[in-house]
């Protein structure tokens, strides 16, 4: 059974820094990405940023600059750094990996408050 179990998250004031981690288990085939999406209340999800086993990485707009994602070589853990944070990246925030199909973690919150 495909895991991806995420980690970091919680309460930090605006231009502050956390780190994500999503550990990812059970899979019989490798991820050929792995990503992170995030919800605020209210709103639907969103794509965050993502990496390719090649290291590849795409950020949405919103985060460019502020936020880098990586990995490991066996794309087993993704990490998710988040500098500058501001109040609007408050959200629970989901680890992606795609291994043919997409799986999900369960969501982490993180909130960004004075």
Not at 15 to 42: D, E, T
Request: one cysteine or more; proline letters at 3%.
């Amino acid at each position: 059974q495909v895991q991806l179990v995420e980690s970091g998250g919680g309460l930090v004031q605006p231009g502050g820094s956390l780190r994500l981690s999503c550990a990812a288990s059970g899979s019989r085939f490798s991820f050929s990405h792995l990503g992170w999406f995030r919800q605020a209340p209210g709103a639907e999800r969103e794509f965050v940023a993502r990496i390719t086993g090649g290291g590849t990485t795409n950020y949405a707009d919103s985060v460019k600059g502020r936020f880098t994602i990586s990995r490991d070589k066996s794309m087993s853990t993704v990490y998710l750094q988040m500098d500058s944070l501001k109040p609007e990246d408050t959200a629970v925030y989901y680890c992606w990996g795609n291994a043919g199909v997409s799986y999900w973690g369960q969501g982490t919150q993180v909130t960004v408050s004075s």
